[in-house]
């Protein structure tokens, strides 16, 4: 299910699966691997055009992007329910208010982003001196992303790629071919030809678009394949950033709000049904409010509905992965409390809450990406922190507590990317707050200004309109320059050293041409 690559070389073609009943729903012909490197060329060519139609031009085509996306939503949401299983009001949050929110904050903000900053420049030691520095494209970024947020995570990196004059070659996941065609489509109606190319298949395709070398190489995915991107891209020397899985942890203190709690580490572990880069993967839990919060926890969770509330896994592959992770915790003595096994429809599993569960369970130290939530008490926060922190992954994390003020600082000691205090992993769909993970979680930052960072190159211009024959650092190398460098750096001290330096520096400064008049 999910998609299946079937066929090799030029025939291979990805026919598409609905992860809810496993009926087959269309084919999508894979792009011949060896085409890809010429895809590459070709994005390049179109970028030079596409920059040189300056921002206003670019942030028209993208607007009209923008337009036609809002235009084609109900198709979205149609499209994530047959390739993700994904229930309505998830997807119409996730994917398309999310992403009219994330056009929106671009094309508001680009301006500012991408205007130069001065160098600063001080008239006295550089005079008649002025400099800006500018964000440049890098050219072509190649886009590989995964099925679990088909368009929320292509559009987080096409759309500042593209206001900051970028060509952008994107290859969808084999699982969700029909979401990228999607897009690939809005853009070849939106943007001049060429702007954004899509390649269509699995690993193969991907290498294929590493080893073809564009400028810039973003990639969301397991650590697995990000492990194996990066090695490709160090050789071929190729600037790549990296938004790997994740294992996040939810910390509940004594105090919390408990009902809210329950009500948000439900949510975080259970929507997109656990396939989630910032699920709550670990709950740790105030040993005092251990019960009443696992009571609130399986009452909420025995609630949801299959496919309406939690959808299906999207591979089987992934179902055995979330399978294997229960199998072996219930056989080292952790007990499920609601779920448990997978029965179908699809590849549906419920919603697993486990309790009894210990750090060196496969589902407390691996990803599970799936429906399952364990929760462990602790005596002391410190406690519980240490676990977070001897994780290897560090996407985000979550605090609940009344106290604003202790959240806050715990949060904030936390080694992941994103912390929040009474609420867990929603960031992602705000436009301006940063998102990327630390340790085996990746290097990569998406949104906010961060983001152009990875899209574009810093390039200074400096324009002197001094007349004069030279400058005070240049040759001859002489007494009288150590002088003035020595008494400039001893003006900045304190006490009587002040005019000490000052001596040295004029005198440096009357005599420093004098074997160079
Ligand atoms: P995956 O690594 O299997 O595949 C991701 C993409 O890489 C797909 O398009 C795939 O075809 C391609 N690919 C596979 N092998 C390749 C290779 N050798 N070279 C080049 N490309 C290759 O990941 P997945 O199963 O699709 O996605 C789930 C993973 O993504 C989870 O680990 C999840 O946590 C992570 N994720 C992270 C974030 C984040 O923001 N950090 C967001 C969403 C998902």
Redesign the pocket.
Same mark, same amino acid.
């Given at each position: 299910m999910g998609g299946r690559i079937e066929g090799t070389g030029d025939d291979a073609r990805i026919l598409c699966f609905d992860p809810r009943s496993g009926e087959r729903r269309a084919e999508v012909p894979c792009t011949p691997p060896g085409a890809v490197a010429g895809l590459v060329e070709r994005a390049r060519a179109a970028q030079d055009a596409w920059f040189e139609l300056g921002l206003d031009g670019r942030r028209r085509a993208v607007a009209e992007l923008h337009r036609a996306f809002l235009a084609r939503a109900d198709e979205v949401v149609a499209l994530l329910a047959e390739e993700c299983g994904r229930p309505a009001g998830e997807a119409w949050t996730s994917e398309v208010v999310a992403n009219h929110d994330l056009f929106r904050w671009w094309l508001g903000h680009v301006d500012d982003l991408l205007t130069p900053t001065p160098v600063d420049l001080d008239p006295l030691s550089y005079p008649r001196k002025r400099g800006a520095v500018r964000l440049l494209p890098r050219g072509v970024v190649g886009l590989?992303?995964?099925?679990?947020?088909p368009v929320a995570?292509p559009l987080r990196t096409l759309v500042p790629a593209l206001l900051a004059g970028n060509a952008v070659v994107f290859?969808?996941?084999?699982?969700s071919p029909r979401t990228g065609a999607l897009l690939g489509e809005l853009c070849a109606a939106a943007l001049p030809e060429g702007v954004v190319t899509v390649v269509q298949?699995?690993?193969e395709?991907?290498?294929a678009?590493?080893e073809a070398r564009p400028d810039a190489l973003v990639? &969301? =995915?397991? !650590?697995? &394949? =990000?492990r !194996?991107?990066s090695e490709?891209a160090g050789r071929l020397g190729l600037p790549v950033s990296l938004?790997?899985?994740?294992k996040d942890a939810a910390i509940v203190l004594a105090d919390a709000e408990l009902d809210r709690a329950a009500a948000g580490v439900v949510w975080g572990a259970f929507a997109f049904a656990g396939?989630?880069?910032a699920a709550v993967e670990r709950c740790y839990v105030d040993a005092g409010v251990f019960d009443a919060f696992v009571e609130r926890v399986v009452e909420r969770t025995r609630r949801l509905r299959p496919l309406a509330d939690v959808g299906p896994l999207v591979t089987p592959e992934?179902l055995a992965i979330v399978e294997r992770h229960v199998r072996e915790a219930v056989a080292a003595g952790a007990r499920a409390l609601t779920g448990g096994r997978a029965e179908g429809p699809g590849l549906y599993h419920p919603p697993t809450v486990l309790v009894d569960v210990t750090e060196d369970m496969a589902v407390m130290r691996e990803?599970t990406?799936g429906p399952v939530l364990p929760i462990v008490p602790f005596e002391r926060p410190e406690d519980a922190i240490a676990a977070v922190e001897a994780s290897p992954w560090g996407?985000t994390a979550s605090v609940w507590t009344r106290d604003l003020e202790l959240g806050e600082t715990l949060a904030s000691n936390l080694s992941v990317g994103v912390a929040t205090v009474n609420n867990h992993g929603f960031t992602?769909a705000l436009p301006s707050a940063a998102?990327?993970?630390t340790k085996g979680?990746?290097h990569g930052v998406?949104n906010s200004r961060f983001a152009l960072y990875e899209l574009t190159r810093p390039q200074t211009v400096v324009v002197d309109a001094a007349r004069g024959p030279r400058e005070l650092w240049w040759y001859p190398y002489n007494d009288a320059l150590a002088r003035v460098a020595s008494g400039m750096i001893a003006l900045s001290r304190r006490g009587g050293e002040r005019l000490q330096g000052l001596r040295a520096a004029l005198s440096g400064f009357i005599h420093r041409w004098k074997d160079d008049p």
């Open positions: 590989i992303t995964p099925w679990n947020l995570i290859k969808p996941s084999e699982h298949g699995g690993a395709q991907g290498r678009l590493v990639f &969301t =995915g397991s !650590a697995r &394949t =990000g !194996a991107i490709a938004e790997l899985g994740g396939q989630n880069c992934q990803e990406f996407l992602g998102w990327g993970g979680s990746g998406t």
